[in-house]
T-cell receptor, first 111, second 114 residues
């Protein structure tokens, strides 16, 4: 079983729609990161959240860290085809840089 | 160099052979991670180092897999007696320090065992 469960596994939407993807665990994380990966490339960091309840915005992307630091969500407003990719969450366990990734959400935004 | 580099980029080997995959992290980065990634899936943790010390190797599938980072910089992931199920993309990442610092990923090594 995955330490971090991401949902949905696949998501296909039309340009302009809003969406939310989730990252859940029964474990508490010192910090949690969201990455985006395009085909043939390595993951690239979008954001790091460290405080329970923290909300960070990155243009049309809004990231939230759960109060108990066990879960997180990523909301995209007015999705664009350029948002297409694999969205990964990664949690830091044991406060020793021991990072674990979820399986990812594969997002496709159709023009 | 400017980023994390890995070599070789592609490796085709026959079953039963040993392979060594190299990772050269960003200069000065303390932490170095090894992952295995299936197509369309998230990176599967294998092991990681802080400096030269291997912190956690619980993700290594079995004792055919080993990793080292003897001088706290370049790391080698070795797979002995390769099997077809070892075929995958092997990715290395490095980060500056602890506490949720960004991981910078290398381009990966695509390993194919025939």
């Amino acid at each position: 079983t995955q330490l971090l469960e991401q949902s949905p596994q696949f998501l296909s939407i039309q340009e302009g729609e809003n969406l939310t993807v989730y990252c859940n665990s029964s474990s508490v994380f010192s910090s949690l990161q969201w990455y985006r990966q395009e085909p043939g490339e390595g993951p690239v960091l979008l954001v790091t959240v460290v405080t329970g309840g923290e909300v960070k915005k990155l243009k049309r992307l809004t990231f939230q860290f759960g109060d108990a630091r066990k879960d997180s969500s990523l909301h995209i407003t007015a999705a664009q085809p350029g948002d297409t990719g694999l969205y990964l969450c990664a949690g830091e366990v044991n406060n020793n840089n021991d990072m674990r990734f979820g399986a990812g959400t594969r997002l496709t935004v159709k023009p | 160099g400017a980023g994390v580099s890995q070599s070789p980029r592609y490796k085709v080997t026959k079953r039963g052979q040993d392979v060594a995959l190299r990772c050269d992290p960003i200069s000065g980065h303390v932490s170095l991670y090894w992952y295995r990634q299936a197509l369309g899936q998230g990176p599967e943790f294998l092991t990681y180092f802080n400096y030269e010390a291997q912190q956690d190797k619980s993700g290594l599938p079995n004792d055919r897999f080993s990793a080292e980072r003897p001088e706290g910089s370049i790391s080698t992931l070795t797979i002995q007696r390769t099997e077809q199920r070892d075929s995958a993309m092997y990715r290395c990442a490095s980060s500056q320090w602890t506490g949720g610092y960004e991981q910078y990923f290398g381009p990966g090594t695509r390993l194919t065992v025939t």
